[in-house]
């Protein structure tokens, strides 16, 4: 008798990950996050009663099976955990229906799941870093640069802070300007603008920012200048020119967004921008 790959899927993340205290543990922590550090997830399982010497080998069991079971996927640059309940929804509900849906439409269902167009409720507003950047298409130059940024630089250097970090393509069509990525921009506590490429959007949505004199912080990669109007403003210069150029220096890299960030939030009040420059006692109420 056949069984349906929804009911499947649902006994082996039971018998894989529900049934193992630990795992189900790792899984509850790390469920809709970017997976940390190895050494991490350690620390985390030792405080679970787990010898220290079996650590490791029980972190690298949990990524395993996370893996087989498809709730540890690449998503926007990173190793990230899925809920369990997402993954199953994204399977037929029967057999037969699991023959007739072609691998391309799997994968759309998947892409659609990986962006979901959530707005933070009052409460997590606070905790919101929205990441302005280029976006581009599926699978474009800029898609491949925005991803790597998001999770090689910009959550690492915010893992301190408790922010969670949101893009564009989550909460509405990449390219366009809806009324909830200006929500984002106006109510977030933060702001990571990325000006690589010289996106128009990008700019837009800064120039927001920068009028309401909110907690901003600019990044963009070497290869491009940095605009007349903001090249007397702090931005945060990320050497992609090859692997060897960029990945001796992420550290430094993360530590520099980690500073500014830091005494962004610790007087808003006080950056400066071109606007505030030229009109300091400009004051935006909404």
């Given at each position: 008798m056949d069984v349906a790959p929804r009911e499947q899927l649902a006994a082996?993340?039971?018998l894989a990950i529900e049934q193992i205290p630990v795992f189900k543990a790792l899984y509850e922590a790390q469920k809709g996050n970017r997976l940390p550090a190895t050494t991490v997830l350690e620390?985390?399982?030792k405080e679970q009663e787990i010898p220290a010497e079996d650590a490791k080998e029980c972190v690298d069991i949990f990524i395993v099976n996370a893996k087989f079971l498809g709730i540890l996927r690449p998503i926007a640059g990173a190793e990230r955990v899925i809920s369990i309940e997402?993954?199953?929804?994204?399977?037929?509900?029967?057999?037969?229906?699991?023959?007739?849906?072609?691998?391309s439409t799997r994968t759309e269902a998947r892409r659609e799941k990986a962006t979901p167009q959530a707005t933070p409720t009052a409460a997590?507003?606070?905790r919101t870093c929205f990441y302005i950047s280029p976006i581009g298409e599926e699978g474009s130059e800029q898609r491949?640069?925005?991803?790597?940024?998001?999770g090689s630089v910009v959550e690492p250097a915010l893992e301190e802070f408790g922010l969670i970090v949101?893009?564009?393509?989550?909460?509405?069509?990449?390219g366009m300007i809806t009324a909830q990525i200006i929500e984002h921009v106006l109510r977030s506590k933060l702001v990571i603008a990325d000006l690589s490429y010289h996106n128009p959007n990008v700019f837009y949505e800064l120039c927001l920012r920068h009028v309401c004199r909110l907690p901003t912080v600019q990044i963009i990669r070497k290869l491009d200048k940095i605009p007349f109007d903001l090249d007397q403003f702090r931005t945060i210069q990320i050497d992609?020119?090859?692997?060897?150029?960029?990945?001796?220096?992420?550290q430094i890299y993360k530590a520099e967004i980690t500073t500014q960030v830091r005494t962004a939030l610790k007087?808003?009040?006080?950056?400066?921008?071109?606007?505030?420059?030229?009109y300091p006692k400009l004051k935006v109420e909404f």
């Open positions: 082996r993340f039971k620390d985390f399982v997402q993954a199953i929804e994204e399977l037929p509900d029967s057999p037969a229906a699991s023959e007739a849906v072609g691998t997590e507003w606070d491949q640069h925005s991803d790597l940024f998001l949101v893009r564009a393509d989550r909460i509405g069509k990449p992609t020119t090859s692997i060897f150029t960029m990945i001796p220096n992420l007087d808003p009040d006080s950056a400066d921008n071109p606007v505030t420059t030229y």
